[in-house]
């Protein structure tokens, strides 16, 4: 299967990693913050953007399992292949945490002993208060139980898959079932602790009940992004011979559907802390709209119209050039979403997009690409013997 990696398509990807080390490299030494935290900061914004992708493919492969969908067999390779990039996200994310245990960045300010001490002048009462959960084991046996856990399913998924590829029958796809909803039950928690542990203690005084299924459907909706773009691409080169239009439109809706629930989750969380004007909660906006006002609501508006008011149609969802081009602008809007999360809490209003962003996130974007096609070239993908295989080749909507 190399002839879906070429050698074009390696120096491309190379070359988009050699531009974000450049960037990297560059931001670090023009970087004069607080302990380099719009470097550090850039780091994190990449670094969960495309694990959260690799995650939400786990997520969707999963539900595939527990619910017997039999549409998306055709294209259960490209998720597995997603997928894949977890274990890279997971190392990049330790990276990144065990730089703020060291202090090499004060991204997180809860991580400081200070805040604790009550004779410092730097003793921060709220934070003192949550010192029972915010605290540096606790934290870190949290985090590597969430990404313990998804890898070791992202790895037993991909084995059994290609297993069940050799031996047929049903038994594998009984047990995927059973394990499955194990990882669904395990995701539903931890999916949103693990986002109030990693973004939302960068606003340590802030909190929201909403904000882990905030997280969860950007993630959701970046992930369907790349699963239609890359099942459109390997589509147009032959490489998915089952696949027809409608299992593209099927994609499409999960996008269109998942973008509402993101809106939804969005408008919810911001009508109900502004509305109610509680100072440690509308806190969180303040800082956005006075200081990202454009970048905030923009980012918003783009991530709701665009699926909105292109997709709306049936037909749209079913022709190429509509899926593309909805799909790249929002894949663009939901990085800003995640760059909105992080970003005002890290670097308050000394904040600016330059090349030090751009340059990471192509380097980032590259690095993904890479380890998703290099996922690709080591399986068939399309699969055999699932059950379902037959029902999913010819689906007709």
């Not at 960037?23 to 302990?35: I, L, R, T």
């Not at 390997?234 to 998942?258: C, E, Q, R, T």
Request: proline share 2%.
């Amino acid at each position: 299967m190399d002839f879906i990696f070429t050698k074009k398509a390696r120096l491309i990807f190379a070359a988009f990693m050699l531009i974000g080390i450049v960037a990297m490299v560059m931001g670090y030494a023009n970087d004069h913050s607080a302990h380099h935290n719009r470097f550090w900061a850039n780091i994190f914004v990449n670094g969960f953007f495309f694990f959260a992708i690799s995650l939400g493919a786990l997520f969707f492969l999963a539900l595939q399992y527990a619910t017997e969908a039999s549409y998306m067999v055709a294209l259960k390779r490209v998720i597995e292949g997603i997928s894949q990039y977890i274990f890279i996200g997971s190392a990049i994310l330790i990276v990144f945490f065990l730089a703020g245990t060291l202090h090499w960045h004060h991204i997180y300010h809860w991580m400081d002993p200070e805040v604790y001490d009550i004779n410092s002048e730097h003793y921060d009462k709220i934070i003192a208060g949550k010192a029972a959960y915010l605290n540096q084991p606790f934290f870190w046996i949290r985090t590597l139980v969430y990404l313990g856990v998804w890898t070791f399913f992202a790895r037993l998924f991909r084995k059994r898959s290609l297993l069940e590829d050799e031996i047929g029958g049903t038994k594998i796809h009984f047990k995927n079932m059973t394990y499955a909803a194990i990882f669904l039950v395990f995701f539903a928690f931890t999916s949103s602790t693990a986002s109030w542990d990693w973004i939302m203690s960068i606003d340590t005084h802030w909190f929201s009940t909403l904000f882990g299924w905030y997280v969860f459907s950007g993630m959701w909706v970046s992930f369907l992004i790349v699963f239609v773009l890359l099942s459109i691409w390997l589509k147009n080169k032959g490489y998915l011979p089952n696949v027809n239009k409608s299992h593209i439109h099927d994609a499409g809706k999960w996008m269109f559907a998942i973008s509402f629930l993101w809106t939804y989750l969005w408008f919810s969380q911001f009508m109900l802390i502004w509305y109610s004007n509680i100072p440690e909660e509308v806190t969180y906006y303040i800082t956005r709209i006075e200081h990202y006002k454009w970048l905030f609501f923009g980012m918003f508006f783009v991530n709701f119209l665009f699926p909105m008011v292109i997709l709306m149609a049936r037909d749209a969802k079913r022709q190429i050039g509509y899926l593309i081009v909805v799909g790249v602008i929002i894949f663009i809007g939901h990085w800003l979403d995640v760059y909105m999360m992080i970003m005002p809490g890290s670097l308050g209003h000394h904040w600016h997009i330059g090349f030090m962003e751009i340059g990471m996130f192509i380097g980032f974007l590259g690095l993904f690409l890479y380890t998703v096609f290099n996922a690709f070239t080591k399986a068939p993908l399309t699969v055999k013997n699932h059950p379902f295989l037959d029902e999913s080749n010819h689906l007709s909507i």
